[in-house]
């Protein structure tokens, strides 16, 4: 496949504008808010009973999401093996992104009753998000140069951005307004909001799989797992002899877990602690969204006058000084601030993350499925970790989400420390197409 060509690289970036809308309407905004009025409204306390145990509404979310980023952690290293083994990756795209878009739409019938049936489909539409984005990952070192890493990586986002925004803003106006489209209430055209994501899912995605072409490798036979686990041995022993990979990686663990964790429950910290109504919440993300792709596009910029590891530094000192701020915050207005505070460097940091891992990869290998498959193993475990403490947290604190936003201070503070320990080495630049 040719490289930086603009049309493949806009079908690559199309990938995020189709899953974005899962990511933003059901995992940060329409969803968390619906979850919690629909089970308090059919249990009538934040105690409500899943397969007969009694635990904390939040915290039960919480740990579902935990449950589903311990799943993909544990099948993505095999996946993304074969991938890079078989020639597999758009496959498996395919496959996740079916699965992700199918429990979307299954979260139409739930009412808050069948509180089972919601938590088993949220927990499978965030394996298909999180599977396909492995996949989606590897592909970026197919595509572009590594000069070009930043640019584009901040790109995808920026597309991921804008096309949910508009789905949410679509979303906001049958909820708000279910009457103009001829709805007979905000909780039905809640519950639409969540189909309408698995069909612009779905279709979207279709342009990113219509562009992108495979490398031929061997096929697929028996003993795949064997394979597999072969493909990651390989880049297992390559990391021995990459000091600043392990580095980095060990960073991105640790403050991946903060943002990870902040975006999946920050608006759940709006309605438990602050008792903001739900538009205030949906509006508050919506704006985030807006201020998040210009933060991207800046700290892109930032990167290529002084490096991604200060550009990175100066995003985590911000995400500490919000962990900080949010134990302290009781109104509407602090709320306000630290989620354009948040939004500025949301972004920023998932790119510029991706581009810097990017960078590091070993020159001239050929298995990017396997090595991003490391990447992504540590993203969904620190997912893991950040949302478990989260929730244990909140059950220790009877209730309380402020001890939990505090904890997180932790994991952005050592993971800024150990950023600094990495060295990146300059690129040289290379013509666009």
């Not at 079908?11 to 309407?25: G, H, K, T």
């Not at 979260?107 to 088993?120: A, C, R, V």
Request: proline fraction near 2%.
């Amino acid at each position: 496949m040719e490289l930086n060509l603009p049309r493949t690289i806009r079908a690559w970036c199309f990938f995020d504008w189709a899953n974005s809308a899962y990511s933003l309407v059901i995992t940060t905004a329409v969803f968390p808010l619906y979850y919690s009025a629909a089970t308090e409204q059919a249990f009538g306390d934040r105690i409500v009973e899943f397969f007969g145990i009694k635990v904390d509404k939040n915290a039960l979310y919480s740990y579902a999401i935990s449950f589903s980023f311990l799943l993909i952690a544990a099948l993505s290293p095999i996946l993304s093996g074969i991938a890079d083994y078989g020639g597999t990756k758009k496959r498996f795209m395919q496959l996740f992104t079916l699965l992700g878009a199918f429990s979307c739409a299954v979260l139409f019938f739930f009412t808050g009753k069948n509180i089972e049936l919601g938590i088993i489909a949220a927990v499978l539409a965030s394996v298909g998000y999180s599977g396909g984005i492995v996949f989606y990952n590897a592909f970026l070192p197919e595509i572009a140069t590594a000069d070009q890493f930043d640019r584009i990586s901040a790109q995808g986002f920026s597309y991921g951005y804008i096309g949910s925004v508009i789905l949410l803003i679509i979303s906001l106006a049958m909820i708000q307004q279910p009457s103009w489209f001829g709805l007979p209430d905000a909780f039905w055209a809640t519950r639409l909001s969540f189909l309408m994501v698995a069909l612009w899912w779905i279709g979207f995605s279709q342009i990113t799989f219509a562009a992108l072409q495979e490398r031929k490798k061997h096929r697929l036979g028996q003993n795949l797992l064997v394979r597999g686990f072969r493909e990651l041995k390989k880049v297992w022993k390559s990391l021995q002899h990459h000091r600043y990979t392990r580095i980095f990686l060990l960073a991105f663990f640790l403050f991946n877990t903060g943002v990870q964790t902040t975006i999946y429950l920050a608006s759940l910290f709006g309605s438990s602690e602050l008792k903001l109504k739900a538009e205030q919440l949906i509006i508050t993300i919506l704006l985030l969204q807006v201020i998040a792709v210009v933060g991207a596009t800046l700290f892109a910029r930032l990167s290529d006058v002084r490096g991604n590891r200060f550009a990175l530094s100066v995003i985590l000192i911000i995400w500490i000084a919000v962990c900080l701020s949010a134990y302290f915050v009781y109104d509407a207005i602090g709320f306000y601030i630290l989620a354009g505070a948040v939004g500025m460097v949301m972004g920023g940091v998932q790119s510029l993350s991706r581009a810097t891992y990017s960078k590091l990869i070993p020159q001239g290998t050929r298995d990017t499925a396997s090595f991003f498959s490391f990447y992504d193993v540590l993203d969904k475990c620190s997912t893991v970790l950040g949302t478990m403490v989260y929730g244990a947290v909140i059950q220790l604190s009877g209730g309380s989400m402020r001890n939990s936003a505090l904890a997180l201070s932790f994991f952005f503070i050592t993971g800024l420390i150990t950023l600094q320990q990495v060295r990146i080495p300059p690129l040289p630049k290379t013509h666009v197409s």
